[in-house]
């Protein structure tokens, strides 16, 4: 298939080859990865966000212009609090995305009072401290 014999009107017989053309410009679009593409494509439309909406600034402030005068909030700088030692760490960096959200239950006055005073009630009542000590305890 890469070589084609054809007869000329003047029965003379020419062989046609297919050759790649190395003088002329290459008119081809180069393509790029798809993460470079989408990263990219992000990046635009986050400068044109910008754009459109100038008032919103790009990173959180940390200070407020009052009367003329920079006030500046040190409890506004983000700061990342990390353990030094990541191994007694009870916090893992990833979380699967089919991990069910936990269900607690609406806590109420009730509830809370029996996680907060009954063991200590239940203490000291096994302690043998009178009802009356008991009550001035959990009401102070």
Known sequence: ASQMWHLRWNR?????RRYISTSGPLHFRQKLAYKTRYHWLLDLQKSRQRARFPWIPREPPTAVNIDDQRIEFPEMQLDFIVPTDL????????????????????LTADKLFDKKYIPKIQ??????????????????
């Open 12 to 16: 003379t017989i020419d062989c046609t």
């Open 123 to 140: 203490n000291m009542y096994e302690r043998g401290v009178d009802k009356s000590e008991i009550i001035k305890k959990v009401t102070s």
């Open 87 to 106: 191994n007694q760490c009870e916090l893992k960096p990833y979380v699967d995305w089919r991990a069910s959200t936990p269900k607690e239950e609406e």
